[in-house]
């Protein structure tokens, strides 16, 4: 899901790819769309940027997983996929009963 602004900012200058799950999991990035414009300087360029301020990253890996289960992705396949959940459970589980 590209766009043309900083996700952050919404500069249209120094734009980059950031891609939302890194490392190994960047491919899997790619084929679900889990990339995001963001400027140079809240990219990497700061200490408010993804790639230094861990909860700022935790935000984007968030929104990507609600977009990617509100798609139709179970938690069980996300984190096959992406290693992970980095929701809490109640977002998927809100509409079952409360099971002991
Ligand atoms: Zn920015
Ligand atoms: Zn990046």
Aim: aromatic share 10%; proline share 0%; with cysteine.
């Amino acid at each position: 899901m590209m766009y043309d602004r900083c996700f952050i900012c919404g500069t249209t200058r120094n734009l980059q790819t950031h891609h939302v799950f890194g490392g190994g999991r960047r491919r899997s990035s790619d084929r679900y769309g889990c990339l995001e414009t963001l400027c140079i300087e809240h990219h990497t360029g700061s200490n408010y940027s993804v790639h230094q301020d861990a909860s700022l990253s935790l935000v984007l890996k968030q929104k990507h997983q609600k977009r990617l289960m509100d798609e139709g992705m179970s938690v069980e396949e996300f984190i096959r996929i992406f290693g992970k959940s980095y929701l809490d459970r109640n977002f998927w589980e809100e509409d079952t009963d409360g099971e002991a």
